[in-house]
């Protein structure tokens, strides 16, 4: 069974300072695929980044990047230089790649990111 | 960009009642999910569908059922609406093979 963890119900920032939000994953799957969604209050989910469990390199999307440590089951997401709006709830979710019907994304219970001026 | 819409933002229904929700994508993608948001607790998916007339149960199907009659149309059935019901419910659609999930704007299911 695929599982999620992110250990960090709340975060504080200093507005463009970096922060890390960390996501931990459980899969005996090879492939599988990694994403970060980020929900402001407003409700909607906004696709942020994905990683492929074969991508030789770390994925980055403009000041998001994602910090795929393979062996040790991590792919914790990486804000630059934060900005108000960037206060919001944060997803980590995972895809397994193998069989028919698995594209079915599992999430973690989610962070608070909040941007302080 | 795909769109994908939900029919209610808001909705109130009574123990008992019978209520649907509608999600409806604008892309041709095959595949559609339900999910239900609770504080705590994240994103827990409830049904999905890989083809038309095609459902799979989620982790948390009971007390739900759904419908796929056609590719753009995934509606979630609520068959006896229960005060535990109570929630936000989220569908997301995805075009298979490559990666690009996107969510409907949710909507926010109280039961009375």
């Known amino acids: 069974a695929q599982k999620i963890t992110q250990t960090q119900p709340g975060m504080f920032v200093q507005e463009k300072e970096a922060v890390t939000l960390d996501c931990t994953y459980d899969t005996s799957d090879p492939s599988y695929g990694l994403f970060w969604y980020k929900q402001p209050s407003s409700g909607e989910m906004i696709f942020l980044i994905y990683q492929g469990s074969y991508d030789q390199q770390n994925a980055t999307e403009g000041r998001y990047s994602l910090n795929f440590q393979k062996a040790r089951k991590s792919a914790n997401l990486v804000i630059s230089a934060s900005q108000l709006g960037d206060s919001a709830m944060y997803f980590c979710?995972?895809?397994?790649?193998?069989?028919?019907?698995?594209?079915?994304?599992?999430f973690g219970k989610g962070t608070k990111l909040s941007v302080i001026p | 960009d795909v769109k994908v819409t939900q029919s209610s933002r808001y909705l109130v229904k009574r123990t008992g009642e019978k209520v649907f929700l509608e999600c409806v994508q604008d892309m041709d993608h095959e595949n559609m999910f339900w999910y239900r948001q609770d504080p705590g607790l994240g994103l827990r998916l409830i049904y999905f569908?890989?083809?038309?007339?095609?459902?799979e149960k989620g982790d948390i199907p009971e007390g739900y059922s759904v419908s796929r009659e056609k590719k753009e149309r995934f509606s979630l059935i609520l068959e006896s609406a229960s005060t535990n019901q109570t929630s936000m419910y989220l569908c997301?659609?995805?075009?298979?093979?490559?990666?690009?999930?996107?969510f409907g704007s949710g909507t926010r299911l109280t039961v009375v």
């Open positions: 569908s890989y083809d038309v007339k095609m459902k």
């Open positions: 997301a659609s995805h075009r298979g093979g490559g990666y690009g999930y996107t």
């Open positions: 979710a995972m895809r397994d790649n193998s069989g028919a019907g698995s594209y079915q994304l599992t």
